[in-house]
């Protein structure tokens, strides 16, 4: 697909891998509406620079646990920037519980995690589907993770969320195809994000080593697979690794 004059919905694309993202996308050609919660500051940072790379940039507020505040992002979306071709499911929070105590992962915390990194991206999916079919050619590329294939992460909340978000990713493929692609991104500990910088360093470090290249996921390598997925013409359902190798340990 032609990305030139496209528009997409970046949830939480003002820092991390949502910026890189929304840097990557406006680097080739694609009109970015960038969603926030609590910093806004950043995503009117990050559409200045979308602005600099001489493509137009939108900002709405989305609580995407909230399937209201998702319907309404969804059209200030399209009513600021005309249409609406891609949805790239970013967000997503986060609670570290350690695996071995049950006890400290309540209900209220499972609920809060489950309902924004897995009901959150079907709830924006479900509203975007109209729109995006409209194009004829909508893309959706969501935010898994590594942790999603494997019993490890922060929580077991965090990865039974991202485990979730795979299997959505390839059921809303069935579901929206032949007009709507659907595809994730599964990196696994990005340096230089809030995530990795909540990592002891040691364990940041015994990462590195144990990945078959020696390096953690770079978020340059997870961004422009996004955009890849989004030019791609005959590539859905389908899952990509990005963590330099640890998964094949």
Known sequence: MDLTDRVALVTGGGSGLGLATTKALAKNGVNVCISYLGNKDSAVSACDDVKALGRRAALVHLDQANPASVEAAIEDTIDQLGRLDILINNAATNIPVPFPDLAALTPEIWDQLLSTNLRGPFLLARAATPHLRKQGAGRIVNVGAMIGLMPAGSSIAQAVSKAGVIHLTRCLAV????????????????????????????????????????RNTSIQDVADQVVQFCRAESITGQVLIIDGGIHLH
């Open 175 to 214: 579901a929206l195809a032949p007009d709507v692609t659907v595809n994730c991104v599964a990196p696994g500990l990005m340096e230089g994000t809030r995530m990795a910088a909540r990592v002891p360093r040691e364990r940041v470090d015994a990462m590195r080593e144990h990945a078959l290249l020696k």
